[in-house]
């Protein structure tokens, strides 16, 4: 097994050298390491998050599969947790000041294996301004989990329907690539999900790994949609913040706080905030590339009828008595 032979190997390339290995839609090579597809990089740095993450009891972390509304989920999560007596209005979100790179949505909540672990195998996570940490991820729970162990820490996940994701997907990585998205390109993405050979892959077994925990451990694990999130946002931001154990009060209700969140953390205001339009994230992207559309339902002017059918009929598959909907 992969723990074993990490044991017996201790260096992590030589390890990862002898997993199962494959090529995603760009012929990049992925490793497979407890079920998830990786690159190499990216896998090193969970393997440095797994064996150095000291959790402590007050961490929350933001979980995802890539393109599902991680950015929308982080701003949200900071928003509640952060909310003043001064009102919404006046937290980090905003901020424009130098230091607007790490306070911006992106920035404050920084990922385990694509920028703390990928940089240092023990990165000095006093340095991390805010309080309680943030933190987030795209690994499934499994290997999240385990350097967790018994701590009561909070995770949140956001899902979204797997025809959205990839036209997400698709249309960043045209534009981080600099490419027109052609269709070439969604139908060469849309096999490599479909066969769950993509990075992070397969979508349904990282879904499938935070449904199953928030059903056995509500209290630490809660998974949330994007369209439940787009279609009724105050009653989510009511379940969400109540999770993160600092539940909105009537006072708030009526004073128009939700309101004033969920407006601060639409799309159209966080993408014209100047950190967004021009601050840089932890990977050297233009912090803008995170906010497109924003829509439910946009793989509908995108996906033949064939590709409908195809990927549904997986997804329903694999969905099968897990109480989730396409
Ligand atoms: P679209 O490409 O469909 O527009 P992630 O943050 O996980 O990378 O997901 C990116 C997707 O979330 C993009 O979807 C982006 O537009 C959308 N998004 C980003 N910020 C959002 C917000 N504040 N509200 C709603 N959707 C948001």
Redesign the pocket.
């Known amino acids: 097994n992969q723990t074993e032979l990490l044991k017996k190997f201790g260096d992590d390339d030589n390890m990862i050298s002898l997993l199962p290995s494959d090529s995603d839609f760009q012929g990049k090579k992925l490793y497979n390491y407890q079920g998830c597809w990786y690159q190499y990089k990216t896998l090193r740095a969970v393997l440095h998050f797994k064996r150095n993450f000291k959790p402590l009891d007050t961490d929350i972390i933001v979980a995802?599969y890539?393109?599902?509304?991680?950015?929308?989920l982080k701003?949200l999560t900071v928003a509640l947790l952060e909310r003043s007596k001064d009102g919404p209005l006046s937290h980090p979100l905003t901020s424009d000041n130098p230091y607007g790179l790490v306070q911006s949505a992106i920035g404050l909540v920084p990922f385990f294996e694509l920028n703390l672990y990928l940089k240092s195998s023990t990165p000095d996570l006093t340095k991390l301004s805010s309080s309680p940490r943030l933190f987030s991820t795209h690994m499934p729970l499994h290997t999240l989990r385990d350097p967790l162990k018994d701590s009561p820490c909070k995770i949140v996940y956001v899902c979204r329907n797997v025809k959205?994701v990839l036209?997400?997907r698709w249309?960043?990585y045209s534009r981080i690539e600099n490419k027109e998205a052609g269709r070439s390109i969604l139908e060469s993405m849309f096999e490599s999900y479909c066969r769950g050979v993509n990075y992070y892959g397969p979508f349904w077994d990282n879904v499938l790994s935070y449904r199953r925990g928030s059903l056995e451990d509500p209290k630490h694990v809660l998974f949330m949609t994007y369209e439940d999130l787009k279609a009724r946002p105050r009653e989510q931001i009511m379940r969400l913040a109540e999770f993160l154990g600092c539940p909105i009060t009537q006072e708030e209700i009526h004073s128009g706080a939700v309101k004033e969140i969920l407006e601060l953390?639409?799309?159209h205001n966080?993408s014209n905030l100047d950190v967004n339009k021009t601050g840089k994230a932890w990977d050297n992207l233009d912090h803008n590339v995170?906010?497109?559309?924003?829509?439910v339902d946009?793989w509908k002017n995108h996906f033949t009828s064939e590709m409908e059918e195809k990927i549904d009929m997986i997804i329903n598959e694999k969905f099968q008595g897990s109480g989730l909907k396409i």
């Open positions: 995802s890539p393109k599902s509304g991680t950015t929308w701003a959205d036209v997400s249309y960043f953390c639409s799309l966080l995170y906010f497109r559309k924003g829509e946009d």
